[in-house]
T-cell receptor, first 113, second 116 residues
């Protein structure tokens, strides 16, 4: 069945780069997403990558996709304390005439001053 | 910037009671979704809705659950007879498109449902 796995915790120092990794199982995924959840808040769409791309850069965020290994990563450059949050990887798969997201458990990023 | 809103932010109910969770999707979006997240577990897909009917539902979405778009703006999730295991954060989402094209799903802040 469909599954998305992420490491649960990551701790970095302010100013360093953070790399959050994710693996997925469904090879029919067309879009892969990164969402951010701050304490007490909802799920904020951060960025996404289409499955025919290897890399996407958006300001401090870089998404790398290895479709062969079904591995996705999110790199945050110059990590700030405001980046402390839970980061969810999600794959978009077909659901009838629509799509649904299959989620990882989330990676809790702690940024230390 | 347009956003998805949900009410209430927190709902406490007794087991066996009916609850209705409300969502206002982004106004020009056509596809609507409910997900839930039980504490400590993954976010799970419940149901997707398009053109006034359910597109797909998960195994969780049994006869106790229903969705409705009663007017042009609201999208509701009803649980007829709540169980303790329905306690979770419920997220509503909407997207402009469904199967192809621009179908990023935008999420509301969630409703925390506590069943006692």
């Amino acid at each position: 069945g469909e599954d998305v796995e992420q490491s649960l915790f990551l701790s970095v120092r302010e100013g360093d780069s953070s790399v959050i990794n994710c693996t997925y199982t469904d090879s029919s995924s067309t879009y892969l997403y990164w969402y951010k959840q701050e304490p007490g808040a909802g799920l904020q769409l951060l960025t996404y990558i289409f499955s025919n791309m290897d890399m996407k850069q958006d300001q401090r965020l870089t998404v790398l996709l290895n479709k062969k290994d079904k591995h996705l990563s999110l790199r945050i450059a110059d990590t700030q304390t405001g980046d402390s949050a839970i980061y969810f990887c999600a794959e978009s798969i077909s659901a009838g005439n629509n799509r649904k997201l299959i989620w990882g458990l989330g990676t809790s990023l702690a940024v230390n001053p | 910037e347009p956003e998805v809103t949900q009410t209430p932010s927190h709902q406490v109910t007794q087991m066996g009671q009916e609850v209705i969770l409300r969502c206002v999707p982004i106004s020009n979006h056509l596809y609507f979704y409910w997900y839930r997240q039980i504490l400590g577990q993954k976010v799970e897909f419940l149901v997707s809705f398009y053109n006034n009917e359910i597109s797909e539902k998960s195994e969780i979405f049994d006869d106790q659950f229903s969705v409705e778009r009663p007017d042009g703006s609201n999208f509701t999730l009803k649980i007829r007879s709540t169980k303790l295991e329905d306690s979770a954060m419920y997220f509503c989402a909407s997207s402009l498109s469904g199967g192809t094209g621009d179908y990023e799903q935008y999420f509301g802040p969630g409703t925390r449902l506590t069943v006692t």
